[in-house]
């Protein structure tokens, strides 16, 4: 049972650098959020996604984007990462159907230089 | 949006009983969500209030208030692999989920 993935699950990033945080899930959920998690600030929302081929902004989005071409697969792309955005990066997917709790990826530690 | 608080820290010994408070001010309510959190590892799933009332479900119970914007995670006859981060999260109308900071809970033998 894999239930849902993220890769890498470490990095180290320059400055100015792309970066792609790949989540994959094989639950059929069909809500996927991403989240960054920094010390005493708790998890914060950065997009989420309710359904295939669709988008929204969470709490933090500013500097990231996102995709949803399939119900499995919910990428995040750091455009030009900053230091800022060192961060712990967790994936997550929900059945709205059920009681939506949210099920998560084992995260994804990005440090950016 | 949603504003979560819970306590920072909190240290409790071994057999002992610990309650988590979070209080809530959101723009629109739809279930409220406890997650534990190991130290490197990623939150998993304790309990759901949806409605006002006490959730029970082995050692832990979760308490809702709605009108209140109150909710409680109970842990009993703690153990030491207890020792955790513990989320207080609300979700909206939008099915997003928000959460608060965290309660470190410490467990003393």
């Known amino acids: 049972i894999a239930g849902i993935t993220q890769a890498p699950t470490s990095q180290i990033l320059a400055a100015g650098r792309r970066m792609t945080l790949r989540c994959t899930q094989d639950m059929r959920h069909n809500a996927m959020y991403w989240y960054r998690q920094d010390l005493g600030l708790g998890l914060r929302l950065i997009h989420y996604?309710?359904?295939?081929?669709?988008?929204g902004k969470g709490e933090v989005p500013d500097g990231y984007s996102v995709s949803r071409a399939n119900t499995d697969d919910f990428p995040l792309t750091l455009a030009s990462a900053v230091p800022s955005q060192t961060s712990v990066y967790f994936c997550?997917?929900?059945?709205?159907?059920?009681?939506?709790?949210?099920?998560f990826g084992e995260g994804s530690r990005l440090t950016v230089l | 949006g949603q504003n979560i608080d819970q306590p920072t820290e909190m240290t409790a010994t071994e057999g002992a009983i610990v309650q988590i408070n979070c209080t809530y001010q959101?723009?629109?309510?739809?279930?409220l969500f406890w997650y534990q959190q190991h130290a490197g590892e990623a939150p998993t799933f304790l309990s759901y209030n949806v409605l006002d009332g006490l959730e029970e479900k082995g050692r832990f119970s979760s308490f809702l208030s709605r009108s209140k914007g109150y909710s409680y995670l109970l842990l009993k006859e703690l153990q030491m692999k207890d020792s955790a981060s513990y989320l207080c999260a609300v979700r909206d109308a939008d099915y997003k989920l928000s959460f608060g900071a965290g309660t470190t809970v410490t467990v003393r033998a």
């Open positions: 996604s309710n359904t295939a081929g669709t988008t």
């Open positions: 959101t723009s629109g309510f739809n279930g």
């Open positions: 997550a997917s929900s059945d709205s159907a059920d009681t939506g709790e949210l099920f």
